[in-house]
């Protein structure tokens, strides 16, 4: 049976008192919508429409190459009217799962339940909430079957009592919903179309109602305000400590650690605690991140060693590296294996060769070093004229003293020795040494100033 997905989110988000649309608010560096359409993919959907209204130019722009169909509701009238906007998209055959766009963290496996559950009826996911506040209540008759929904604002203390909850989401075939969102009228408290009437009306036809109820309370929870995306952001985050941590990684503490992407990672990595990981992070075997780094789009090698406060970003990393602690590498940075960079390094747009080392202080820009390169401490390369950017090139087997400065453009061949506080700006002969400062003098009795008294 062919499955269409709708997706609700052309709610404002009042309570997030925010101009950031609510569904494009991130959860684990990622908007909301983009988890939902996660699930809709995996789900293998035959098509996804998005029902959208507040900041729709936004939304749109967010989920351009997302493959989607938009569906513009003006006005939000309710879930009911905002379902009934997207009726023309459906083929009008299969079963439609409808989820919402600010509901990030339902299990697959629980969708998939959820669905199954349709096959017959309607299916609605359910679940038992210690404080079920603001939610809509199920309501069962006396043999225990789903008889209806209830909103909070339309029900009554005795309704109000009940712990099971409407999560929402909910499964049904094309035909009937069709057929059933037309007869849904406003007459309510909050004067608005609810989709949830429609469980009234499949009761009143003899259609079977099934609630699969999740047992993780978590995985039902919406997004209204800031406070409970800062709680959904701790619940996403330790799931994906604990599928880390199920895989074979080490985690200092599996509370201490930020994934905002893909983390891949080989076997035996081992994660020190504070760590931010974003964008999509891979690391080979044996792996070892000191506490407090922030890696973004980065690949590492195997057995490299990243040392505290170590800030990574858009950087390849070969094998058997070491990094840091406290050093930067910024795009485009490409270390081959046995590179070491050390602290207050910064590396930018350079590729290192094999075994190459800058182990203090410098600041390595739109550079290319060979083979066995020595850096010398507080060594820099002056890429930037004050208009354009040029490129250094230091072949294999170099040695650059320290606090040398290189002008770019230059080239320094292959075997160069670099005196100490030499400023080069003309390419070096392979294999000499070039030294470029100031000859040491020493003033044969000179006396150093007196005060006047
Ligand atoms: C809805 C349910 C309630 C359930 C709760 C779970 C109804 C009538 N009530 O209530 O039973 O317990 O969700 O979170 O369905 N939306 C639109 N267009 C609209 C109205 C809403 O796209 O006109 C979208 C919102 O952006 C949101 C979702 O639908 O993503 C739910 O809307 P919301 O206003 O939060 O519904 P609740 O009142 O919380
Ligand atoms: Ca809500």
């Keep these: ?48 429409i998005v029902v959208h209204g507040h900041g729709a130019d936004a939304v749109r722009a967010a989920f351009a190459d997302s493959g989607v169909e938009w569906v513009l509701q003006g006005e939000q009238l309710g879930t009911g009217h905002a379902v009934q906007q997207a009726l023309s998209h459906l083929d009008g055959d299969g079963n439609v799962l409808i989820l919402y766009g600010d509901v990030p963290l339902v299990r697959l496996a629980n969708l998939e339940r959820l669905v199954q559950a349709a096959g017959q009826g309607v299916a609605l996911m359910t679940a038992e909430l210690d404080d079920p506040r603001g939610y809509g209540r199920i309501v069962r008759n006396g043999t225990g079957n789903v008889e209806r929904i209830v909103e909070e604002k339309d029900a009554t203390a005795e309704e109000r009592s009940v712990r099971e909850i409407n999560a929402g989401l909910m499964a049904l075939g094309a035909q009937r919903l069709s057929g059933w969102l037309a007869e849904i009228g406003n007459r309510n408290a909050q004067k608005e179309y609810y989709l949830t009437d429609v469980v009234t009306l499949a009761v009143k036809d003899g259609v079977a109602v099934n609630a699969v109820k999740v047992s993780d309370a978590t995985e039902v929870a919406g997004v209204n305000s800031r406070r409970e995306l800062a709680a959904l952001e ?220």
Aim: charged share 25%; proline share 5%.
């Design 1 to 48: 049976m062919p499955l269409d997905v709708i997706v609700l989110a052309a709610g404002q988000g009042k309570r997030m008192r925010s101009v950031l649309p609510k569904v494009l608010h991130p959860l684990g560096g990622r908007p909301l919508l983009a988890h939902v359409l996660d699930s809709a993919r995996a789900l293998r959907a035959r098509k996804t």
């Design 234 to 453: 701790r619940t996403y985050q330790r799931r994906q400590a604990e599928q880390l941590l199920d895989a074979g990684v080490t985690l200092a503490d599996p509370a201490r650690i930020d994934v905002r992407g893909m983390l891949e990672c080989g076997a035996e990595v081992s994660i020190d605690v504070n760590c931010v990981f974003e964008g999509r992070v891979s690391l080979g075997d044996r792996v070892r991140i000191a506490p407090n780094c922030v890696l973004r789009n980065v690949t590492i090698g195997a057995d490299s060693e990243v040392h505290a406060f170590s800030h990574l970003e858009d950087s390849e990393i070969g094998m058997r590296c070491r990094v840091g602690p406290y050093a930067r590498l910024r795009p485009g940075s490409s270390l081959a294996d046995e590179v070491h960079i050390g602290n207050f390094v910064e590396v930018k747009a350079s590729r290192l060769g094999v075994a190459s080392k800058a182990n203090h202080l410098s600041y390595i820009g739109d550079a290319e070093l060979g083979a066995r390169v020595n850096v010398g401490a507080g060594t820099i390369t002056c890429n930037y004229d004050g208009a354009a950017k040029h490129r250094t090139v230091i072949e294999d087997d170099c040695f650059i003293g320290s606090d040398a400065t290189l002008v770019a453009p230059v080239r320094i061949a292959r075997g160069s020795y670099i005196g100490a506080g030499s400023t080069i700006n003309k390419d070096t002969p392979a294999g000499q040494l070039t030294v470029a400062r100031a000859r040491q003098v020493s003033i044969p009795g000179w006396k150093p100033p007196k005060k006047k008294s």
